[in-house]
């Protein structure tokens, strides 16, 4: 079965610094791997998604994520952190095996920005 | 256009009570999922329609029962809830049910039990 790991349950930043949220995964199938965000009272938002080819990805909003299968590892990094990116983040796997495609989500990490 | 759309964004019932919470799509999406989101926890699966069918129940109680009436609408009917039912109730699609397409989240209903 599919499973992430989020290392860090709450990240801390200043405003200008690098973001970095990490994310370990386990999958006996090549995976597909997705980093979402959520501002409080809202729904999912995608960030990023990684499925075959280039493994650094780029998504939105400054993010970008690298696999590396090596390390089992999709980690979230933003150069330069910004006010508005405070929010909580969710790694994800996705499970195609029983034909219908299945999230599988890490328990999350909050990222607060301190100005 | 890429909007999942939810509604109410409220919701308040008792345990008699029997509602139901609706989300949109018009993306042709043709897979279609619930979730249920407590507190500072992920998204947690209940339902995946596909192609207008049932094709995941994660053991949901039948006092929650979906019902996709068409590809672009989705359903969920409370009956006799629990106050340990109140949660962010999600809604999300995708393009159809294979791993590679990511899935688009509504707003949430916020549901209440009293």
């Known amino acids: 079965a599919q499973s992430v790991t989020q290392l860090g349950s709450h990240v801390s930043v200043s405003e200008g610094a690098l973001v970095l949220l990490r994310c370990n995964y386990s999958?006996?199938?090549?995976?597909?791997l997705f980093w979402y965000v959520q501002y409080p009272n809202q729904g999912l938002q995608l960030l990023l998604k990684?499925?075959?080819?280039?493994?650094l990805v780029k998504g939105i909003n400054g993010f970008e994520a690298e696999f590396k299968k090596s390390e089992t590892s999709f980690h979230l990094t933003k150069p330069s952190a910004h006010m508005s990116d405070a929010a909580e983040y969710f790694c994800?796997?996705?499970?195609?095996?029983?034909?219908?495609?299945?999230?599988?989500f890490g328990q999350g990490t909050r990222l607060t920005i301190n100005p | 256009d890429t909007e999942v759309t939810q509604t109410p964004k409220h919701l308040v019932m008792g345990m008699t009570n029997k509602k139901s919470l609706k989300c949109e799509q018009h993306?042709?999406?043709?897979?279609m999922y619930w979730y249920k989101q407590k507190a500072k926890k992920p998204p947690e699966l209940m339902f995946v329609?596909?192609?207008?069918?049932?094709?995941i129940n994660e053991s949901v109680p039948s006092r929650f029962s979906p019902e996709c009436p068409n590809s672009s609408l989705l359903n969920l009917h409370l009956h006799a809830l629990q106050p340990e039912d109140s949660a962010l109730y999600l809604c999300?699609?995708?393009?159809?049910?294979?791993?590679?397409?990511?899935?688009?989240f509504g707003p949430g209903t916020r549901l209440t039990v009293t």
């Open positions: 999300a699609s995708s393009q159809d049910r294979a791993a590679t397409y990511e899935q688009y």
């Open positions: 999958s006996s199938v090549p995976p597909y």
């Open positions: 990684y499925t075959t080819g280039a493994t």
């Open positions: 994800a796997v996705s499970d195609g095996i029983q034909g219908a495609q299945k999230l599988v």
């Open positions: 993306m042709g999406h043709r897979a």
């Open positions: 329609y596909s192609y207008e069918k049932l094709s």
